[in-house]
């Protein structure tokens, strides 16, 4: 399929018009900015990073990766493993439904709003290439930007806990994934 670049670049404006409503921010550069917006512009650099040529449909399933993520509070959900796995599945289907309104409205076939939901909802995890590069991105951007934040939010957690959740989202990267952590972030002490 080639990229119509304009359609692509639309679709993504109307995704980051979404984001830019998020209530929470988050200081970046000396600013003020919406936290979603932020993520998805973090998501869609680091897939450069990573991928060398994404498809069109990567580039928009990256960028609408948490689309309006602050609708569904994780506070809505019992605040248990199941609960906390019934609010992601709660979001994917928000993100997938997001996505699929803006990428109709700009023109997208079928076909291709299909592929970006299913990436987007993560289907076919470990078994479809461009899903599991997106895995793989969305972890490289937790490490290199959430990582941290998490920890020290989490300060209740031991020590066995924390390295327990860190190694269950490098488990969900491939090796190329893996390496590239080692080898594109640098994280503080």
């Known amino acids: 399929m080639k ?36 993520y998805a512009q973090r998501v869609t650099k680091m897939l450069k990073s990573y991928v060398p040529n994404p498809s069109e449909i990567l580039q928009l399933a990256a960028r609408c990766q948490h689309i309006q993520r602050w609708k569904i509070e994780r506070k809505s959900f019992p605040m248990t493993k199941p609960g906390y796995h019934q609010w992601r599945t709660s979001l994917r289907k928000l993100h997938a439904e ?13 076909s291709v709003i299909d592929r970006v939901c299913a990436l987007v909802k993560k289907e076919e995890l470990k078994t479809d290439v461009e899903s599991q590069a997106l895995e793989d991105v969305v972890v490289l951007v937790f490490i290199e930007n959430y990582l941290k934040e998490f920890i020290n939010k989490h300060g209740d957690f031991d ?31």
Do not use: W
């Open 98 to 110: 997001t996505a699929e309104t803006v990428l109709r409205e700009v023109g997208y076939e079928k």
């Open 159 to 189: 020590e066995t806990k924390i390295m327990d959740i860190v190694d269950k989202s490098l488990c969900k990267m491939t090796t190329k994934g893996r390496d590239a952590a080692l080898a594109m972030i640098k994280l503080s002490a």
């Open 3 to 38: 990229v119509d670049q304009n359609r692509c670049n639309h679709a993504l404006a109307l995704f980051d018009e979404l984001n830019r409503k998020d209530p929470n921010h988050e200081f970046i550069n000396g600013k003020e900015e919406p936290k979603e917006l932020i």
